[in-house]
T-cell receptor
Framework: DTGVSQDPRHKITKRGQNVTFRCDPI?????LYWYRQTLGQGPEFLTYFQNEAQLEKSRLLSDRFSAERPKGSFSTLEIQRTEQGDSAMYLC????????????FGEGSWLTVV | GNSVTQMEGPVTLSEEAFLTINCTYT??????LFWYVQYPGEGLQLLLK?????DKGSNKGFEATYRKETTSFHLEKGSVQVSDSAVYFCALSGSSGNTPLVFGKGTRLSVIA
């Protein structure tokens, strides 16, 4: 069990550029989540997948954000035309299916938009 | 909707002091409740959880009891150590099993020797 892996860990980009983050969940987990965390705040839910199906999206996920999980394994989160307000840590997590299943988090990807 | 409110920090304690971090929640049905911890420079780690009323979660000397009558899940530890310095997040997941975790804003704990 290698845990949830995220890449890159840090990304600095210029405003208006596109960025993509990758998440590799724990291999037997069929649920995958994306959260955003800003300084001094708790993680805020963005979206989640069960296998390859995207089941829920937060209102925080504007049309500049898109997430995919094409084969039900790894996932990508793309942010188009980045804005300074997108600067945050993007957390990926995974869990098995089931009520009260434990959700395991990766170490996050820090995004700084300059 | 579901929400979690936890006491604002930062909390600064001397080593071996008693810790309480308050957490209350609003939810329909019977949510599951969690405490996660985030050490400096690291990701979130599950500390403990409780899935039904009156359950007590415990781990590493930390405890929290699911109190439905007061909609609370306060985190306690009898004797904190410097290594407990971290940010602690209270969270809940809805009773249907199909809702993602909702987090509080976090409480930063600093323990000084």
């Amino acid at each position: 069990d290698t845990g949830v892996s995220q890449d890159p860990r840090h990304k600095i980009t210029k405003r208006g550029q596109n960025v993509t983050f990758r998440c590799d969940p724990i291999s037997e987990h069929n649920r995958l989540y994306w959260y955003r965390q800003t300084l001094g705040q708790g993680p805020e839910f963005l979206t989640y997948f069960q296998n390859e199906a995207q089941l829920e999206k937060s209102r925080l996920l504007s049309d500049r954000f898109s997430a995919e999980r094409p084969k039900g394994s790894f996932s990508t989160l793309e942010i188009q035309r980045t804005e300074q307000g997108d600067s945050a840590m993007y957390l990926c997590a995974s869990s098995p299916e089931g009520v009260s299943a434990t959700i395991y988090f990766g170490e996050g990807s820090w995004l700084t938009v300059v | 909707g579901n929400s979690v409110t936890q006491m604002e920090g930062p909390v600064t304690l001397s080593e071996e002091a008693f810790l309480t971090i308050n957490c209350t929640y609003t939810a329909t049905g019977y949510p599951s409740l969690f405490w996660y911890v985030q050490y400096p420079g690291e990701g979130l780690q599950l500390l403990l959880k409780a899935t039904k009323a009156d359950d007590k979660g415990s781990n590493k000397g930390f405890e929290a009891t699911y109190r439905k009558e007061t909609t609370s899940f306060h985190l306690e530890k009898g004797s904190v150590q410097v290594s407990d310095s971290a940010v602690y997040f209270c969270a809940l997941s809805g009773s249907s099993g199909n809702t993602p975790l909702v987090f509080g804003k976090g409480t930063r704990l600093s323990v000084i020797a």
